[in-house]
Nanobody, 115 residues
Framework: QVQLVESGGGFAQAGGSLNLSCVASGRTSAISTLGWFRQAPGKGRLFVARVSPSGMTTSYADDVKGRFTISFDNAKNTMYLQMNSLTPEDTAVYYC????????WGQGTQVTVSS
């Protein structure tokens, strides 16, 4: 089992930036993939980005490609999501996830972008 704790959410104006962090603990050596998902009010939880534990392989949802950057610091067991050029459509609760034999979720952090 892996435990995940997110931080870094908050308020931003359109065009602004935020950086989310997710610290992993527990069986971190068993993690095969880490990722970020988001859930806007009244909508389902959607994929945002994923990264391999080595940090070498990443992928992004089309609507964040070129604006968001995912990374993983292996020494700190911490995943980041640098979000630039934010729009009100990015407003959501952001969750980090880590896959071992099961998927573990963080508690979520709210991101609100005003126009």
């Amino acid at each position: 089992q892996v435990q995940l704790v997110e931080s870094g959410g908050g308020f931003a104006q359109a065009g602004g930036s935020l950086n989310l962090s997710c610290v992993a603990s527990g069986r971190t050596s068993a993690i095969s993939t880490l990722g970020w998902f988001r859930q806007a009010p009244g909508k389902g939880r959607l994929f945002v980005a994923r990264v391999s534990p080595s940090g070498m392989t990443t992928s992004y949802a089309d609507d964040v490609k070129g604006r968001f950057t995912i990374s993983f610091d292996n020494a700190k067991n911490t995943m980041y999501l640098q979000m630039n050029s934010l729009t009100p459509e990015d407003t959501a609760v952001y969750y980090c996830a880590a896959d071992t034999a099961v998927r573990s979720w963080g508690q979520g952090t709210q991101v609100t972008v005003s126009s």
